[in-house]
């Protein structure tokens, strides 16, 4: 069945390492994102990609970095610049436009001890 | 700049009563609005959304949702909750007139349908 698939879906880490989600996708969609979720504060957008080889910040992308090599695969490293990096991630995929619904994958719970 | 804004963190309502889900939005073109649920320690699911055309939108697992242009509100609607409703909603815009296709949710509205 074609989705999204997030790794991992729990991950503990000390403080001031860095670490990396892994989002996967084969809907063929051409655009990919990350969001961050806390409780109480909905969900904000980290990083998105439109297209192979290129991304942009969104509102919250100090303290993160993102690649997208492959259409395929946009993953999300949460370095240890990032100051308060224990939440929720979502990674979303869609069709580029205007009118196209995310999907999102299942979420990795990070928590930094 | 695009906004949301989902006035009540929780709502709570009888099994078989009627619920809303309210949704007020802000942007300089014209909308593009979604609704998704999430239960605990999952993924959002897509509901439904108005793209355009007729302003009553029919969805998911009994949902609806009325655009009102005048009011700029999106409202989730369904004319009888069950239990398994109980779970964690959000409302998101896609602003026509801006530059990119970002989506901006909304912090989000816990339900909760009471047996």
């Known amino acids: 069945d074609g989705g999204i698939t997030q790794s991992p879906k729990y991950l503990f880490r000390k403080e001031g390492q860095n670490v990396t989600l892994s989002c996967e996708q084969n809907l063929n969609h051409d655009a990919m994102y990350w969001y961050r979720q806390d409780p109480g504060q909905g969900l904000r957008l980290i990083y998105y990609s439109q297209i192979v080889n290129d991304f942009q910040k969104g509102d919250i992308a100090e303290g993160y970095s993102v690649s997208r090599e492959k259409k395929e695969s946009f993953p999300l490293t949460v370095t240890s610049a990032q100051k308060n990096p224990t939440a929720f991630y979502l990674c979303?995929?869609?069709?580029?436009?205007?009118?196209?619904?995310?999907?999102f994958g299942e979420g990795s719970r990070l928590t930094v001890l | 700049a695009q906004s949301v804004a989902q006035p009540e963190d929780q709502v709570n309502v009888a099994e078989g009563n009627p619920l809303t889900v309210k949704c007020t939005y802000s942007v300089s073109g014209n909308p593009y609005l979604f609704w998704y649920v999430q239960y605990p320690n999952r993924g959002l699911q897509f509901l439904l959304k108005y793209i355009t055309g007729d302003n009553l939108v029919k969805g998911s697992y009994g949902f609806e949702a009325e655009f009102n242009k005048s009011q700029t509100s999106f409202h989730l609607k369904t004319p009888s909750a069950l239990v398994s409703d109980s779970a964690l909603y959000f409302c998101?815009?896609?602003?026509?007139?801006?530059?990119?296709?970002?989506?901006?949710f909304g912090k989000g509205t816990k339900l909760s349908v009471i047996p």
């Open positions: 979303a995929s869609s069709m580029t436009g205007h009118t196209g619904e995310l999907f």
């Open positions: 998101a815009v896609r602003d026509t007139g801006a530059g990119s296709y970002q989506l901006t």
